[in-house]
């Protein structure tokens, strides 16, 4: 079966400070790869998709950007964090007719 | 411009007391309407799919039916366990695989 991870669980950053959220996936290649913010109240907006290794597609302008710098591997960073970047961010891969989450990264930026 | 809406935002039932959480879309080329349950602070976890206008779905006290329109999630005799968000989201052919969500809604069911 396939499984998502998501690393950190939670972080806390000052805003300006750089960030780094990894998601591994396990049980399946080539997947297709997705980050999603979802805000407090609202539905889940897609920042990023990929279907291949070095492959992104950015889905919204904004101050992140993300990188796969392995199959199954998907990164999201920025280098100067702003307090609007707070979120839950949540990594997804879809497979069979089916979208996949991980359990998420909380993010406050302060 | 597509949209996904969901309604009611959020919704109090008492346990036992039926009802249905809507999501109304507004895309062309549908290609797939899903449901979702999300718990507070974990990732969704995929409830349906639904492909065609009169497609249902069941899974214990829940079912998904679908209009050309609208897809509507009946909760039958709903216990507290069944308290989360619903999460709605659709797949439409113009954008491949990716989907498109509603901002849910937040039931809570009271013993």
């Given at each position: 079966?396939?499984t998502?991870?998501?690393w950190?669980a939670?972080?806390?950053?000052?805003?300006?400070?750089?960030?780094s959220l990894?998601?591994t996936v396990?049980?399946?290649?080539?997947?297709?790869l997705?980050?999603y913010?979802?805000?407090?109240g609202?539905g889940?907006?897609?920042?990023?998709?990929?279907?291949?290794?070095?492959?992104i597609?950015?889905?919204?302008?904004?101050?992140?950007?993300?990188s796969?710098?392995?199959?199954?591997?998907?990164?999201?960073?920025?280098?100067?964090?702003?307090l609007?970047?707070?979120?839950?961010?949540?990594?997804?891969?879809?497979?069979?007719?089916e979208?996949?989450?991980?359990?998420?990264?909380?993010?406050?930026v302060? | 411009?597509d949209?996904?809406?969901?309604?009611?935002e959020?919704?109090?039932?008492?346990?036992?007391?039926?009802?249905?959480?809507n999501c109304s879309?507004t895309?062309?080329?549908?290609r797939?309407l899903f449901?979702?349950?999300q718990?507070?602070?974990?990732?969704?976890?995929?409830?349906?799919?639904l492909?065609?206008?009169?497609?249902?779905?069941?899974?214990?006290?829940?079912?998904a039916?679908?209009?050309?329109?609208?897809s509507f999630?009946?909760?039958t005799?709903?216990?507290?366990?069944?308290?989360?968000?619903y999460?709605?989201?659709?797949?439409?052919?113009?954008?491949?695989?990716?989907l498109?969500?509603?901002?849910?809604?937040?039931?809570?069911?009271?013993?």
């Amino acid at each position: 079966s396939q499984t998502i991870h998501q690393w950190p669980a939670t972080l806390v950053q000052p805003v300006g400070s750089p960030l780094s959220l990894e998601c591994t996936v396990e049980g399946t290649s080539n997947p297709n790869l997705y980050w999603y913010r979802q805000a407090a109240g609202r539905g889940l907006q897609l920042l990023f998709y990929s279907v291949g290794i070095g492959q992104i597609s950015s889905e919204v302008p904004q101050n992140l950007s993300a990188s796969r710098p392995q199959d199954r591997q998907f990164i999201l960073s920025s280098k100067k964090l702003l307090l609007s970047d707070s979120g839950f961010y949540l990594c997804a891969h879809y497979h069979t007719g089916e979208l996949f989450f991980g359990e998420g990264s909380r993010l406050t930026v302060l | 411009e597509d949209q996904v809406t969901q309604s009611p935002e959020a919704l109090r039932l008492q346990e036992g007391e039926s009802s249905s959480l809507n999501c109304s879309y507004t895309v062309s080329g549908l290609r797939g309407l899903f449901w979702y349950r999300q718990d507070p602070g974990k990732g969704p976890e995929f409830l349906f799919t639904l492909y065609s206008a009169g497609e249902e779905k069941e899974k214990e006290r829940l079912k998904a039916t679908l209009t050309k329109k609208e897809s509507f999630l009946h909760i039958t005799a709903p216990k507290p366990e069944d308290s989360a968000t619903y999460l709605c989201a659709v797949q439409a052919r113009k954008y491949g695989n990716k989907l498109v969500f509603g901002a849910g809604t937040i039931l809570r069911v009271k013993s």
